[in-house]
């Protein structure tokens, strides 16, 4: 087990921080909120409007282990803290995140199940079955993954650096769908766009990890690698920018525009 004090430590340091007087930190935190939930608006999207997102399923189901295993984890400290704004919103956030990610998993096997699920299970995907229990299986090894990364980072307090790794594989995890489609089929020059800002946003030095716990995050690796994303970021725009943009009909003109 973990040592809780390690745990508590984050909490408390959190929680001291994110004050209602600390305008420049809340700034930060409502900024990468912001950003996050930017990313899921434009993959529900883009799915609804396209039959598939920029985001591979197992993507949804780690993001679905990390965030529901987190709003159970932060909820819980918030009554240890007074339901302190920080705690209970991050909570509440990852809830609603949880959802969504749902919905994204829902969609895919309810619609577009050989589409998503081919690539990885061949003939199989034809199976309700099949594909439910490669979900299912999937999506546990997924919470053993956050789990024990957890225990070993020293508890659920870790939220931060988490926050952290999410950020990054939401930068890189797409890079082969956004490379095998060979078009903006799913995919969306806007959402390439929010994830520069989600790299800028978590590496900066007026980011909110660097403001949240500059004891953790406030070196100098930190800053190299956050270039690094960085430019990694704006080379996946640059791929999705150089397809053709979708064409898009206007059924109320019978113009032919142009779409994202």
Request: hydrophobic share 45%.
């Amino acid at each position: 087990m973990f040592d809780s004090s390690v745990s508590e430590l984050y909490y408390k340091a959190l929680t001291e921080r994110f004050a209602l007087d600390n305008t420049p930190l809340l700034a930060a935190a409502g900024a990468s909120f912001v950003i996050g939930y930017l990313q899921y608006v434009y993959a529900i999207r883009l799915m609804l409007s396209d039959g598939r997102g920029p985001m591979p399923l197992w993507m949804h189901l780690f993001y679905l282990a990390h965030d529901s295993s987190f709003s159970y984890t932060i909820g819980s400290a918030a009554g240890r803290y007074s339901n302190h704004l920080y705690l209970r919103g991050t909570s509440i956030a990852y809830g609603i995140w949880s959802f969504l990610e749902i919905y994204c998993i829902y969609y895919a096997i309810r619609y577009h199940r050989q589409l998503e699920f081919s690539p990885a299970m061949g003939n199989h995907s034809t199976s309700l079955g099949a594909v439910l229990r490669y979900t299912f299986f999937l999506l546990t090894a997924m919470y053993c993954i956050v789990n024990l990364m957890v225990e070993l980072m020293g508890g659920p307090g870790c939220i931060m650096h988490w926050g952290c790794l999410t950020n990054v594989l939401m930068i890189v995890g797409p890079t082969h769908e956004f490379l095998r489609r060979g078009s903006r089929d799913g995919l969306a020059v806007g959402f390439c766009v929010v994830n520069v800002f989600c790299a800028i946003f978590t590496f900066a030095p007026f980011g909110m990890w660097v403001r949240g716990m500059p004891e953790v995050f406030d070196k100098t690796v930190f800053y190299w690698i956050g270039c690094v994303f960085v430019v990694y970021s704006l080379w996946l725009l640059t791929i999705v920018a150089s397809y053709p943009p979708k064409p898009n009909k206007d059924t109320r003109s019978g113009k032919s525009t142009k779409a994202d």
